[in-house]
């Protein structure tokens, strides 16, 4: 009984698995994420730790430091960054940014990912839960065998 258990588990998982990675269509923006910068070493948007995130498009950066220029607050033009899959924004030019606001636009699990992940999250729980349900179908089978010993098979007067 437990080696079925943990085989549903395990086919239960691997589907969840696979269901999860489905959910990638939802769109979401985000509107002036600021501190964030611009140099070779990459900044990593903030909405790329959401659950299946991809497709990330910036449709907006200004800088609220000097940078030489003598001007705050400017426009950043698109052109002087990349973004890659995994939401990590590149410097395209010889310029380095800080203090960059960006504004961008990316697809996701949305809720249905979320609430796939947090089943497969809570499947690492069931472990625990089939060696108790073991445990105790195991005393149980014990304290079985001991009362049925002793009602039934016990000394018979006259043999």
């Known amino acids: 009984m437990l080696v079925l258990i943990g085989v549903l588990v395990i086919i239960a998982i691997f589907l969840f698995v696979t269901l999860g990675d489905s959910f990638t269509d939802v769109s979401a923006s985000v509107t002036n994420e600021t501190e964030a910068w611009i140099n070779q070493s990459g900044y990593t948007l903030a909405a790329a730790g959401s659950i299946n995130f991809n497709s990330?498009?910036?449709s907006a950066l200004w800088n609220a430091t000097d940078?030489?220029?003598?001007?705050?607050?400017?426009?950043i033009a698109l052109t002087n960054v990349t973004v890659s899959d995994a939401g990590v924004m590149l410097n395209a030019s010889d310029l380095n940014y800080e203090n960059v606001?960006?504004?961008?636009s990316y697809l996701w699990g949305g809720?249905?990912?979320?609430a796939t992940n947090t089943m497969i999250v809570q499947f690492g729980n069931y472990p625990v839960l089939v060696g108790l349900v073991g445990t105790i179908i195991f005393l149980g089978l014990v304290i079985g065998v001991?009362?049925?010993s002793f009602a039934f098979g016990g000394r018979r007067d006259g043999v």
């Open 56 to 58: 990330p498009s910036i």
């Open 67 to 75: 940078n030489g220029t003598g001007s705050y607050n400017y426009s």
């Open 101 to 104: 606001s960006v504004s961008y």
């Open 111 to 114: 809720e249905a990912g979320v």
């Open 146 to 148: 001991l009362v049925s």
